[in-house]
């Protein structure tokens, strides 16, 4: 829920609530993703003037790849600001490197408070890849694969899924992984909640790493980018469910 609303100059947003240097997550708006399915993208404000931000994506020049960048591409820019979640309209102007972006900033902030979504430590079959392709051919397989469990009837016959203790969330998952692992880095991940019904899946991004553990693990705080809504509704339950 919203709390305020600011029409004001592009110029006192960046100042006052956008940082060089912060983290900021875009949400695709226009053209739409298909209905039912959230596409996020990760980013750091390297500065901007009275109107537009430069944006430096959160991925490798090889992974960013050949992400569909257009004129007149819309998005939600949000980020955390005084206590609060801040949001705002922007509009992609070019590319100014492989992993680096120009955006229009539309007069449009406005603040609101985070919701705070539940979590659960659960053990849950997994499977993932790290990929090593550019995000545009990952969304791709994602795409593909979505689609195919959303419409199967009866689970698929999947192997290979291997128990794994967790924390899980409708956003995102943390658990215990092996190196070599980067902030940034993609997967693309099958999930199995032990329900009977299809496996999940979705493209996570690593937003953090802890030191190494003593048995030569990392652990990895992720956050899903691509993923049906339907199935953030399934993990919701999943979660309320146990808790």
Not at 77 to 91: F, M, R, W
């Amino acid at each position: 829920m919203c709390l305020l609303l600011f029409f004001c100059e592009p110029l006192m947003i960046y100042k006052k609530y956008f940082k060089t240097g912060q983290k900021v997550q875009l949400r695709v708006k226009h053209p739409p993703p298909p209905e039912g399915r959230n596409e996020l993208l990760s980013a750091v404000l390297e500065g901007g003037d009275a109107n537009h931000f430069d944006l430096l994506l959160s991925y490798d020049p090889e992974t960013i790849g050949d992400y569909p960048f257009h004129e007149k591409m819309a998005f939600e820019l949000s980020a955390d600001a005084l206590g609060l979640g801040v949001k705002v309209s922007v509009v992609f102007l070019k590319s100014l490197s492989a992993n680096q972006i120009r955006v229009l900033v539309l007069p449009d902030l406005k603040m609101f408070q985070r919701r705070v979504e539940r979590r659960l430590d659960c053990t849950i079959g997994i499977r993932f890849t790290r990929g090593k392709k550019s995000l545009h051919a990952l969304r791709q397989t994602w795409e593909k694969n979505a689609s195919i469990l959303a419409n199967a009837k009866t689970a698929p016959s999947l192997q290979g899924f291997s128990p794994c203790q967790l924390n899980l969330s409708p956003g995102g998952i943390r658990f215990a992984l092996h190196p070599p692992a980067e902030q940034g880095d993609i997967c693309l991940m099958l999930l199995d909640l032990g329900d009977d019904k299809t496996p999940i899946c979705t493209l996570a991004e690593i937003i953090w790493l802890s030191e190494n553990d003593a048995d030569g693990t990392l652990r990895a705080g992720m956050k899903f980018i691509n993923i049906l809504e339907q199935d953030q509704k399934r993990i919701s339950r999943f979660i309320q469910d146990r808790l």
